[in-house]
């Protein structure tokens, strides 16, 4: 009887896959002693000490009592609101910011941050170079015009030349008015 090829494959297959699994499992035997070893090491150190607990202190209540002051809900006294409308009214209407206007990139950075490197001229424009010196976009140069608005107290820049910019800002006051004052921005050298 002559057996074909496939099944001296089918043969030859049977005996290495039992002959794998016998040595797998020949291979499992029970060579745990440098665990046990370990382990039995770890139980021969005595017991370190356990911290005590810490102390519990005891919640003691705050009671606030306000029935003495004014309620911040309540309305102003006809006299004290008539001196408030004094104060606004003598206030400058034509020196305050455009609050509903959109916010220009460079108005997130004081002009203490900002330094002026220099300026570029074109028959049509003047562009002044600024370079902010901390924050984010540390190093990062930055062109501008007359009328761009920069810095956080509603700088707008009003004039560009060879040596600086001028910036007029609006800056709040102690009676709750706006006060205009002009910044330069000198170039560095």
Not at 126 to 145: E, S
Not at 164 to 176: E, F, M, N, R, W
Request: charged letters at 25%; proline letters at 5%; hydrophobic letters at 35%.
């Amino acid at each position: 009887m002559r057996l074909s090829i496939s099944q001296k494959l089918k043969g030859v297959t049977k005996t290495v896959f039992f002959g794998v699994t016998i040595m797998g499992l020949m291979s499992c035997s029970d060579n745990t002693e440098d665990l046990k070893a370990w382990v039995q090491t770890i139980q021969n150190k005595p017991a370190g000490r356990i911290k005590p607990m810490p102390e519990i202190v005891q919640y003691k209540p705050h009671e606030y009592q306000s029935s003495h002051l004014k309620s911040p809900f309540a309305e102003l006294e006809p006299e004290l609101e008539s001196q408030l409308q004094a104060l606004v009214d003598g206030c400058d209407d034509s020196v305050k910011p455009n609050i509903n206007r959109r916010k220009e990139d460079l108005e997130r950075y004081s002009l203490d941050s900002m330094e002026m490197v220099g300026v570029i001229n074109s028959p049509d424009k003047q562009w002044g170079l600024i370079r902010m010196t901390v924050g984010p976009d540390a190093n990062k140069v930055f062109h501008v015009r007359i009328g761009d608005y920069l810095g956080i107290n509603h700088g707008q820049i009003q004039s560009i030349d060879e040596q600086q910019i001028a910036v007029s800002t609006l800056v709040p006051d102690s009676k709750g008015c706006w006060e205009k004052r002009d910044v330069f921005m000198a170039l560095t050298q």
